[in-house]
């Protein structure tokens, strides 16, 4: 092939996109947490990939990643200041299994995308983010990750490093539930909220249990700020769900039991847990239409 040769050009280039496609939308969601976004920077990547000589790209799968993580880097960055601003807890757009999508268009799921982890992970600077997300999950080289962040090998080890310590310090995102406990503890908080039970509420969740919603600044009377002990979590639950027929729907959220709820067949909310040997230990609500958007029925 020569690159004058644009039928085979072409060829490759398409190939190379069914290739890593997917690699493309997830390294976008786990740096940016955001489906719409992460959308975004993969139609973006493919126009850059279209304007490219094959022959001058060593290693597209590298290439590929390398284009992608400058796109959200650039993303998260510009969203820095609102993201600052957001009224109340900012929780990430949630995934849930949707087996109306061919495998190319979903985000591959697994424990890199847990919520509890991605809650972690936007604590930390654009670039820590991006450098632990890079070199631990995907496994690219620093030389790489620092041509993507514009600093220095060293820069980018120690980036990467430092996010690992807070990762690891936080307690957060270790702890795998066994899935039949965790999906029965799902199905009995689904039905104590469906039939308005305090008690049963209360009993699937831990003592110290910490409860945040994200709503956008959306939703009147929704929490603000983070909830702790079981009777005040079920109860702010039960509160917001009060006064409306809701259906409460055990389902996949980021690689984990959680809940789906809807009104008539419109999503109003996803909630997705973290689970100790104690019960439901963390309960993360989103509400924000917004992020919510992309679950709706087409």
């Not at 969203?79 to 009224?87: F, I, L, M, V």
């Not at 670039?127 to 820069?155: K, P, Q």
Request: hydrophobic content about 45%; proline content about 6%.
């Amino acid at each position: 092939m020569t690159a004058s040769d644009p039928r085979e050009t072409g060829r490759l280039i398409e190939a190379w996109w069914a290739q890593y496609r997917h690699l493309v939308r997830d390294v976008a969601y786990r740096i940016v947490g955001s489906v719409a976004d992460a959308e975004d920077i993969t139609q973006e990547a493919y126009a850059r990939l279209l304007g490219q000589d094959p022959l001058a790209i060593d290693d597209p799968r590298a290439w590929l990643v390398t284009v992608a993580s400058r796109l959200a880097v650039d993303r998260l960055r510009s969203h820095e200041r609102s993201r600052r601003a957001y009224p109340g807890p900012w929780l990430p757009e949630p995934i849930v299994v949707d087996d109306r999508l061919p495998p190319e268009d979903r985000v591959t799921l697994d424990d890199t995308v847990r919520i509890a982890l991605l809650v972690v992970l936007e604590r930390l600077t654009p670039a820590e983010r991006t450098a632990f997300i890079l070199h631990d999950v995907f496994e690219l080289d620093f030389a790489h990750i620092a041509e993507v962040l514009g600093n220095t090998i060293d820069s980018s080890r120690q980036l990467a490093s430092r996010a690992r310590r807070r990762v690891r310090e936080s307690g957060q995102a270790r702890f795998t539930p066994d899935p039949v406990t965790a999906r029965a503890l799902c199905e009995r908080f689904a039905r104590a909220c469906t039939d308005g039970d305090l008690d049963g509420l209360v009993a699937v969740l831990s003592d110290n249990v910490h409860g945040d919603f994200d709503s956008g600044g959306l939703i009147p009377g929704a929490p603000t700020g983070e909830l702790c002990g079981a009777g005040p979590v079920a109860r702010q639950l039960l509160a917001g769900f009060a006064g409306a027929r809701l259906d409460f729907a055990v389902a996949q959220v980021n690689n984990a039991p959680g809940i789906v709820v809807r009104l008539d067949r419109r999503v109003v909310a996803v909630l997705s847990f973290e689970f100790t040997a104690a019960g439901i230990a963390v309960v993360h609500g989103i509400g924000n239409p917004a992020k919510l958007e992309h679950l709706q029925p087409q």
